[in-house]
């Protein structure tokens, strides 16, 4: 199939074997499709309410033609929404593991928060949008790359960020060694910053860690 091609409300199926048992079949649609970029430069997950519950990781998401669009890799703490890999960057990666190389994910050295109503206020931004940078882990990119502290992370590549949850994704959906643009609100002002991802540590993943 072509993840490319997935439309906002097309109907999807996912397929599983939860915890080993009897096939399961689940239908949705999609409710965000994965951005087309190149799995060098991060990539987005296919979100939809099919795949959402547990067991569901590792089954194929195929559309109403039967075509396999994307892998479901987890699902959301509610379990209301389901998160796919898209068919086009796993089909990028395939050549790579058959060679026998490591994918390492990247790391930027942050933590955030959401940025309510209220603290936008505060920083004078308008209207609210972004991460707040709760900290910047010592000796990693951010820190490299002057991120402080209290900056608002607004966009990554160009593309605004919504939530804490979006924001770890596209961060750890790009592999270590590869450069990201971030843009930064810090005192009333936009600033753009080019970071280059250092290897995720295997003892982070907090969902609010990129």
Do not use: C
């Given at each position: 199939g072509?993840?490319?091609?997935?439309?906002?409300?097309?109907?999807v199926?996912?397929l599983?074997?939860p915890?080993?048992?009897?096939?399961?079949?689940s239908?949705?649609i999609?409710?965000?499709r994965?951005?087309?970029?190149?799995?060098s430069?991060?990539?987005?997950?296919?979100?939809?309410?099919?795949g959402?519950?547990?067991g569901?990781?590792?089954?194929?998401l195929v559309?109403?033609?039967?075509?396999?669009?994307g892998?479901?890799?987890?699902?959301?703490?509610?379990?209301?929404?389901g998160?796919?890999?898209?068919?086009?960057v796993?089909?990028n990666?395939?050549p790579?593991?058959?060679?026998?190389?490591?994918?390492?994910?990247?790391?930027?050295g942050v933590?955030?928060?959401?940025?309510?109503?209220?603290?936008a206020?505060?920083?004078?931004l308008s209207p609210?949008?972004?991460?707040?940078v709760?900290?910047?882990v010592?000796?990693?990119?951010?820190?490299?790359?002057?991120?402080?502290?209290?900056?608002?992370?607004?966009a990554v590549?160009?593309?605004?960020i919504d939530?804490p949850r979006?924001?770890?994704?596209?961060?750890?959906?790009?592999?270590?060694?590869?450069?990201?643009?971030l843009?930064?609100?810090r005192q009333?002002?936009l600033?753009?910053?080019?970071?280059?991802l250092a290897?995720?540590?295997?003892?982070?993943?907090?969902?609010?860690?990129?």
């Amino acid at each position: 199939g072509d993840s490319d091609r997935l439309k906002v409300g097309e109907l999807v199926a996912s397929l599983s074997y939860p915890f080993g048992r009897e096939s399961s079949l689940s239908f949705g649609i999609i409710s965000r499709r994965g951005r087309s970029r190149s799995v060098s430069a991060g990539f987005d997950f296919i979100q939809t309410n099919a795949g959402a519950s547990a067991g569901s990781s590792g089954g194929p998401l195929v559309n109403i033609k039967g075509e396999t669009v994307g892998m479901v890799t987890m699902a959301s703490q509610n379990g209301t929404m389901g998160f796919a890999i898209p068919i086009s960057v796993i089909k990028n990666l395939l050549p790579r593991l058959e060679r026998g190389e490591k994918i390492v994910w990247g790391w930027l050295g942050v933590r955030v928060s959401e940025l309510t109503l209220e603290a936008a206020d505060k920083l004078g931004l308008s209207p609210a949008k972004g991460v707040f940078v709760n900290s910047v882990v010592a000796g990693q990119p951010a820190e490299k790359g002057n991120i402080l502290p209290h900056d608002v992370i607004v966009a990554v590549n160009g593309v605004e960020i919504d939530n804490p949850r979006e924001f770890t994704r596209m961060i750890s959906g790009a592999e270590a060694g590869s450069e990201v643009r971030l843009t930064i609100f810090r005192q009333g002002g936009l600033l753009q910053r080019s970071v280059i991802l250092a290897p995720r540590p295997q003892e982070s993943g907090g969902g609010r860690e990129g």
